[in-house]
């Protein structure tokens, strides 16, 4: 199976911060990697798919970038909503998707 | 508006078997594969098992595999999830997903999630 690794693990950011989030597959998988949110109790969100495809009615502050085994998320001027748990999750195996183990992005 | 609400968790014993339903509304049922992922308490998202349009073709992560049967009903827009031989690990909310598709690239995607149902694996 393909393994996902995300990076940090978790972080502390301030309102109006630029965040990056970082995923690397064990093999190449380009385009094929989304992005979610989950914000407590509530069921993930998609965020970005085909590794930078922004979903209809995200805001234009995330977006997403990268090609082969490594990619990334990044959050522009953070707002009070974006403090949430984001992960991603390749598409490239059609028999065994993979998510990340996700990334906490908690308030300084 | 797409909705999808998941029913029948609850509490079972180990090696106890469990069905889960996900009632769908709001879009061409027919025209999508459909996913359950499930997240373990505090855990992250596992991608537990998919079905085709046409209930033609399924996958399942091999934790699964032989004890878990995925299955779908397009006349009552409905979807399933046969759990057999339930262990410990199985314990989480179980989301009932829509995969949606960027066609040039083949590029599948979840983008539209239900509210989850528990299931908690314990005797």
């Known amino acids: 199976d393909i393994q996902m690794t995300q990076s940090p693990s978790s972080l502390s950011a301030s309102v109006g911060d630029t965040v990056t989030i970082t995923c690397r597959a064990s093999q190449s998988i380009s385009p094929y990697l989304n992005w979610y949110q989950q914000r407590p109790g509530k069921a993930p969100k998609l965020l970005i798919y085909?590794?930078?495809t922004l979903q209809s009615g995200v805001p234009s502050r995330f977006s997403g970038s990268g090609s082969g085994t490594d990619f990334t998320l990044t959050i522009s001027s953070l707002q009070p909503e974006d403090f949430a748990t984001y992960f991603c999750q390749q598409t490239y195996s059609t028999l065994a998707w993979t998510f990340g183990h996700g990334t906490k992005v908690e308030i300084k | 508006e797409v909705q999808l609400v998941e029913s029948g968790g609850g509490l079972v014993h180990p090696g106890g078997s469990l069905r889960l339903s996900c009632a769908a509304s709001?879009?061409?049922?027919?025209?999508?594969?459909l996913t359950w992922v499930r997240q373990a308490p505090g855990k992250g998202l596992e991608w537990v098992a998919s079905?085709?349009?046409?209930?033609?073709?399924?996958n399942y992560v091999d934790s699964v595999k032989g004890r878990f049967t995925i299955s779908r009903d397009n006349v009552k827009n409905s979807l399933y999830l046969q759990m057999n031989s339930l262990r410990g690990e199985d314990t989480a909310v179980y989301y009932c997903?829509?995969?949606?598709?960027?066609?040039?690239?083949?590029?599948?995607?979840?983008?539209?999630w239900g509210q989850g149902t528990l299931v908690t694996v314990s005797s």
């Open positions: 997903v829509r995969v949606d598709e960027q066609w040039e690239l083949q590029a599948y995607y979840l983008d539209s």
């Open positions: 709001g879009f061409a049922f027919r025209s999508y594969w």
């Open positions: 085909a590794a930078s």
């Open positions: 079905i085709k349009e046409d209930g033609s073709e399924k």
